[in-house]
């Protein structure tokens, strides 16, 4: 395919409105527009990904293309994530192992705190503290200090329910949703029928309902809790002493810090892109992923599984009259062995030429014309390697097809 049919457009300058980097070095690269859907030369790209991905699966087109990655088990199955500026989703993941997953999702065990003999019950005033926020710098203590409710009613008819998690963790809704069923946020009414009082709200004084604690609640002793009165609070607050819980169970979100399910090492946490499914690779995010991963200074160094061309051909015709007959007949015996190539044979500078090569990135240039063509050789580079070498123009093909294979 030539340049022109492409209709490649690149540019010099990266744009202004670019999120990032990698988005800039997209547009200038001619992948993308300024206003971020994908040119011909992107669709081709993405079409090339998809291939690769069918011929031999998401994870081992990442591990190919050296883009890092986790892989991550969600409800519709396994999907992969990578480390991103432009990343939309937060990851736990263990770099001692590997192992990944959706906060909402990770198995959380939590730390078992040192048994004492905890002080009794003591009601305080807390005036305005119906926030765990506002309570914690009240008492000045720490979110991991309280525990804050949540209140619910089955949609399954099994009544109302009062969940438990530690301040300093969010309750997972995915969980509770396969411990439980689905359900839905409690109405005033229902609330105050229970004894609650929202903002001040615990088991201690619930009339009826089930009473749901998370792993860290029933873990951490010495917890404040809410005394079901405006503008007061419990202190001293224990799991099993001072209420009953139906069902202790993990239900909170994970967080980094938490012992990994596989290793017990610490968890960490990035904004991470979603590289899709074994069956449906999100094409867009594994470019973004390559940009970021594959660059120097002058442009993209993509690999031959991601690139939308394996060849980029550079015809420098000068006076010689069989130089574009020459770079023809190569184009052609290119696609007759099965290597994508890019054919440059517009009327502008070899400079020009050569710096949209490298901005665009494919994963071998060759040059033919000038001196070398003369001698009946043409010139062979890596995208990214400072090695130039002649061939001969016959032997070509076999040369390019052992430099893509390496």
């Known amino acids: 395919m030539r340049f022109t049919e492409v209709g490649i457009t690149t540019q010099r300058e990266a744009p202004r409105a670019a999120r990032s980097e990698e988005e800039a070095l997209l547009v200038r690269a001619g992948y993308l527009t300024t206003d971020r859907t994908f040119t011909v030369l992107g669709e081709l790209c993405r079409d090339r990904i998809r291939a690769s991905a ?11 293309a050296q883009v890092s ?63 765990i926020g506002t309570l914690a710098a009240f008492l000045g203590i720490p979110r991991s200090s309280t525990a804050k409710a949540i209140m619910l009613t089955s949609l399954r008819g099994t009544g109302f329910i009062l969940v438990l998690v530690r301040g300093d963790r969010q309750l ?17 009414l229902e609330i105050a029928e229970a004894g609650l009082v929202p903002g001040y709200a615990s088991p201690i004084g619930l009339r009826y309902g089930r009473v749901v604690v998370d792993r860290w609640v029933a873990a951490t002793p010495d917890l404040v809790s809410g005394a079901n009165e405006v503008g007061a609070h419990y202190l001293h607050v224990n799991c099993g002493r001072d209420f009953t819980a139906e069902v202790v169970a993990d239900i909170s979100a994970g967080v980094a810090g938490d012992p990994c399910p596989n290793c017990a090492m610490p968890l960490a946490s990035a904004r991470m892109l979603r590289f899709g499914t074994e069956d449906s690779p999100a094409c867009e995010d594994v470019l973004f992923a390559a940009a970021q991963n594959h660059r120097d200074t002058a442009g993209l160094i993509l690999p031959p599984s991601l690139a939308p061309f394996d060849v980029h051909l550079i015809l420098l015709a000068g006076r010689d009259p069989h130089a574009a007959h020459a770079a023809l007949a190569l184009h052609a015996d290119l696609r007759a062995s099965g290597t994508a190539v890019l054919l440059d044979d517009r009327p502008v500078s070899a400079g020009v030429k ?25 010139e062979l580079r890596r995208r ?10 016959r032997d070509a093909v076999p040369a390019l097809n052992t430099l893509l294979s390496i």
């Open 54 to 64: 069918r011929q031999m699966s998401l994870a081992q087109l990442l591990k190919v």
């Open 69 to 131: 990655f986790v892989a991550v088990e969600e409800a519709g199955g396994r999907s992969y994530y990578g480390p991103s500026a432009l990343g939309r989703t937060d990851v736990l993941h263990c770099p001692a192992c590997g192992y990944g997953a959706l906060p909402e999702n990770v198995e959380v065990a939590p730390i078992l705190a040192e048994t004492t003999l905890p002080p009794p019950l003591e009601k305080v005033s807390t005036p305005d503290c119906n926030t």
């Open 172 to 188: 997972s809704k995915s969980k509770l949703d396969r411990l439980l069923g689905p359900t839905r946020p409690a109405t005033e």
């Open 354 to 378: 050569f710096k949209d090569a490298d901005l665009i990135g494919l994963p071998v240039r060759v040059v033919i014309g000038g001196r070398s063509l003369q001698h009946g050789m043409v």
């Open 384 to 393: 990214g390697s400072p090695d130039t070498r002649e061939v001969k123009l």
